[in-house]
């Protein structure tokens, strides 16, 4: 097919009421180069091409001329992605690379082309590969603006490139980790590429902070899960319930050194929602037993009551400035916080779910201390 680019370039340059100098000087070039583009003596290169589709703010398609029913990206790109799950990876980069020639300023296009370099360069130990893809990825960077899928981000695409820099430049790899840190969700791999180029105490401080925030996030999940299993009121996801606060008690059991840990308290109130949950499934005796233990165990963190975790799990590695930032609502008590996790406001459990619930407070009512506010 014919091009039409001088006649579309001349155009584009118009809406944007610009003489042929004005845009010579936009791209650094002569007048000359922009008159000749126009008359169509000659044709601009991919690259400067690329550069002005984006200074109009045009596909690349649309500045050449192409007709509406050529190859559409969603095609090209479902094609790739075929190859990919086919196994046939040289085919599959072919086709990423004739796509960028056509499509070199169109962002799905140019991650694409780069998610089919990034799967064949992990199943192999190809550097050009690798470099080829972090090209792509930081070329998508750049036109991110385009972007309508919601799982694709800057963060996700970072990820991916300080990924691919950790083979061959791990120092250039810290930092794209360490700039996409956010709450620590790059920790782990942070912590790997230290322990693989020689910072094995470094990786070992990483991963302990690792360990903690899966605890803390672990912990968060089982508590706050187990009442969304509660709200249905069916006896099955009640079930469900105690085995995932079984899971999470063990883990906690599974780490803890024998101090008193701001865990010794969480723990405290996982036996007591699973007290409720017995409780609801009119398992009265494993409901008094959930209680007996969550007391006794709140005891002992009453008696070297803190909020700490540094050094009083296993697998500590942390140095001395690494203090983890932890709070609840239960009171500086264990004893006297059960009480508070009877107080159903934020809970929004179904009447006949709660009625049952009575049953493990009135237990608890009848065993706490005297002095102890009742709920």
Known sequence: ???????????????????????ADAFGLTVGAVSKWESGSTIPDIYTLADL???????????????????????????????????????????AEKALIRYPANFKIINNAAQTYYVASALGENGEQRERTIELFELALKYLSQNTDPDESEFA?????????????????????????????????????????????????????????????????????????????KKKNIKEAVELLDWCIAMFDG?????????????????????????????LENMRGSVDEAYAVALAFDKDPTNNIDGRIKFWHAGKDYKPALYDQLGQSAVEGIDSIFIQDDYDLPDEVLQKIELAKAYWDSIKPSGTPRA
């Open 255 to 283: 780490v803890s050194n024998g101090k008193v840990s701001y865990l010794t308290k969480m723990k405290v109130a996982m036996l007591m929602i699973r007290s409720m949950c017995y409780a609801n499934l009119g398992d």
């Open 157 to 233: 695409i970072r990820m991916k490139i300080a990924e691919l820099k950790s083979v061959d430049s791990p120092e250039e790899a810290l930092e794209e980790f360490q700039r996409i840190n956010y709450l620590g969700i790059a920790d782990i791999h942070i912590a790997m590429v230290q322990m693989n180029h020689g910072q094995p105490q470094e990786a070992l401080e990483r991963y302990t902070k690792v360990l903690v925030n899966v605890l803390i996030r672990s912990l968060q999940l089982a508590g706050n899960m187990s009442i969304g299993l509660m709200q249905s009121g």
């Open 53 to 95: 589709a984006d200074f109009f703010n045009v596909s690349m398609d649309v500045l050449l001329g192409y007709s509406i029913s050529s190859k559409s990206v969603d095609d090209i790109v479902k094609n790739m992605q075929s190859l990919i799950k086919e196994g046939k990876f040289d085919e599959a980069i072919s086709e």
């Open 1 to 23: 097919m014919q091009l039409n680019v001088g006649e579309n370039i001349k155009k584009y340059r118009r809406e944007m009421d610009l003489t042929q100098e004005e845009l």
